[in-house]
């Protein structure tokens, strides 16, 4: 072969390298900036949060967010141990923390999300002091939600508690009205609303079931234990401090991602990434 050729050769080799390079060295790279969210079944209000999200997470970061749904509590946690998704965002720290413990997991919180606080609802009563003796409450089934809605009973003036993080219906030592605490999933509290007195129903569920302010006639308060019910976006323990992960972190606690949830939930859902629970 002459020099020349030799040259010519050389130079269409070392063409065809690079775009072979450049192209699947772009397509890894895409596939290195995509996150896929495990969340819980949607409302509109959560879809109109979730594109600000998306929009943040690609236009400061070059993070493709995808989402994965699911319809109870039980899912997403399995889903992200088993690797169908690569952090979640549907828990607080009390969920997460018993999840862990029950399950032997190793789940880590990454970053706060909002604090939604919860209610208790009837379609029966209009204050606290309505409720008559014998009469039904239905609470969430799972312990870290059992023990929050038992609390906001107690906060309520309705029951007395033992001391503890995670209590349940046992740990009740004063009933005064003889109410009947009847446990049921939490995705099924909103929808008994109509066979039972009162219900303390999740802010996601009863956006879901469109249950109105109105119905709401108690509001868990703000106080020095709250910071257990802030709602967390979580990865496995090995992968927290990617900088993929920490990167989508950012991008939800932005100003645009404030704004957005104010728009759409109003007070329901309160950021909590910069708020003090002292």
Excluded: C
């Amino acid at each position: 072969m002459s020099k020349k050729k030799w040259i010519i050769s050389g130079i269409a080799i070392v063409a065809v390298a690079a775009a072979a390079y450049f192209s699947f060295g772009s397509h890894g790279s895409s596939e290195d900036k995509t996150i896929t969210v495990g969340r819980m079944s949607a409302t509109k209000q959560d879809d109109e949060v979730w594109d600000v999200i998306k929009k943040q997470a690609k236009d400061k970061y070059g993070i493709n967010v995808k989402f994965k749904y699911f319809t109870d509590y039980s899912q997403p946690n399995k889903a992200l141990t088993s690797g169908d998704v690569d952090v979640n965002a549907f828990q607080h720290y009390a969920f997460l923390n018993a999840y862990n413990k029950k399950n032997g997991t190793d789940i880590k919180a990454i970053g706060k999300t909002v604090i939604s606080p919860i209610h208790l609802y009837s379609t029966q009563y209009k204050s606290v002091s309505d409720f008559q003796n014998g009469d039904t409450i239905v609470v969430p089934n799972d312990p870290s939600n059992e023990s929050r809605a038992l609390k906001v009973l107690k906060y309520a003036g309705l029951i007395d508690l033992k001391d503890g993080d995670l209590v349940t219906v046992k740990d009740i030592t004063k009933n005064p009205k003889n109410l009947t605490i009847k446990e049921l999933s939490a995705d099924q509290t909103a929808r008994s609303i109509n066979d039972v007195q009162g219900a303390v129903v999740n802010q996601n569920y009863a956006s879901t079931a469109k249950l109105s302010e109105k119905q709401a006639i108690f509001t868990e308060p703000f106080n020095k234990d709250s910071e257990q019910w802030v709602n967390i976006i979580a990865a496995n323990k090995k992968d927290a401090n990617k900088k993929l992960y920490k990167d989508f972190v950012k991008a939800y606690q932005s100003d645009a991602v404030k704004k957005a949830i104010k728009k759409a939930y109003g007070d329901a859902s309160i950021p909590a990434w910069d708020r003090s629970f002292n």
